[in-house]
Nanobody, 116 residues
Framework: QVQLVESGGGLVQPGGSLRLSCAASGTAFSIYTVGWYRQAPGKQRELVATIIRGGSTNYVDSVKGRFTISRDNAKNTVYLQMVSLKPEDTAVYYC??????????WGKGTLVTVSS
């Protein structure tokens, strides 16, 4: 059974940094596409960044230049390094694994609050 556990969220001041982690178990992690999503209060969940099996990445425009997604296949973990955080980055952040046949697996999320 595939399990995902996000960690690293918390309260940070505007301009600060956080690194989120998503640890996967129960699957051959290296073959999956991984995405970070976020959902702010009262808003729909949105895609933030993705990293495919070969390592190519994509980002939503609002985080380009500030967020970096990476993966360590040996540790079955994907990271989201976030710098220059803004109040509008406040949300619950989720990771999602997508299998080569298109099946999705979600974690339970970690809360990021950007506030002074």
């Amino acid at each position: 059974q595939v399990q995902l556990v996000e960690s690293g969220g918390g309260l940070v001041q505007p301009g600060g940094s956080l690194r989120l982690s998503c640890a996967a178990s129960g699957t051959a992690f290296s073959i999956y596409t991984v995405g970070w999503y976020r959902q702010a209060p009262g808003k729909q969940r949105e895609l933030v960044a993705t990293i495919i099996r070969g390592g190519s990445t994509n980002y939503v425009d609002s985080v380009k230049g500030r967020f970096t997604i990476s993966r360590d296949n040996a540790k079955n973990t994907v990271y989201l390094q976030m710098v220059s955080l803004k109040p509008e980055d406040t949300a619950v952040y989720y990771c999602k694994l997508t299998s080569p046949v298109g099946r999705d697996y979600w974690g339970k999320g970690t809360l990021v609050t950007v506030s002074s």
